[in-house]
């Protein structure tokens, strides 16, 4: 198992930047895929980033593609999300979540840290 913790939220003007941080604990953090979601009130929970356990692949939601960036360290075990040119939609909480990729993989994201919240005023 792995236990999350993010960090790094907080309060924005529109066009500016936050990076968020998400430390696991565990000794096998590479063996497990990491991605960020997030949830705004009222909607449903969205896939903001993705990133394979080697980092050698990203994936982005087209709504935060060319904005956002997602990378991890494995020697530290922790995976951020650099967040620029940030807009009023941006606003959500932000998740951090893992995904086992060693043997007998899941297909699911089943380990997910408390939550961290972006506000980004307009």
């Known amino acids: 198992q792995v236990q999350l913790v993010e960090s790094g939220g907080g309060l924005v003007q529109a066009g500016g930047s936050l990076r968020l941080s998400c430390a696991a604990s565990g000794r096998t953090f590479s063996s497990y895929a990491m991605a960020w979601f997030r949830q705004a009130p009222g909607k449903e929970r969205e896939l903001v980033a993705g990133?394979?356990?080697?980092?050698?692949?990203?994936s982005y939601a087209d709504s935060v593609k060319g904005r956002f960036t997602i990378s991890r360290d494995n020697a530290k075990n922790t995976v951020d999300l650099q967040m620029n040119s940030l807009k009023p939609e941006d606003t959500a909480v932000y998740y951090c979540?893992?995904?086992?990729?060693?043997?007998?993989?899941?297909?699911?994201?089943?380990?997910w840290g408390q939550g961290t919240q972006v506000t980004v005023s307009s």
């Open positions: 990133i394979n356990w080697s980092a050698s692949s990203t």
């Open positions: 979540a893992a995904r086992w990729v060693g043997i007998i993989p899941s297909a699911e994201y089943r380990y």
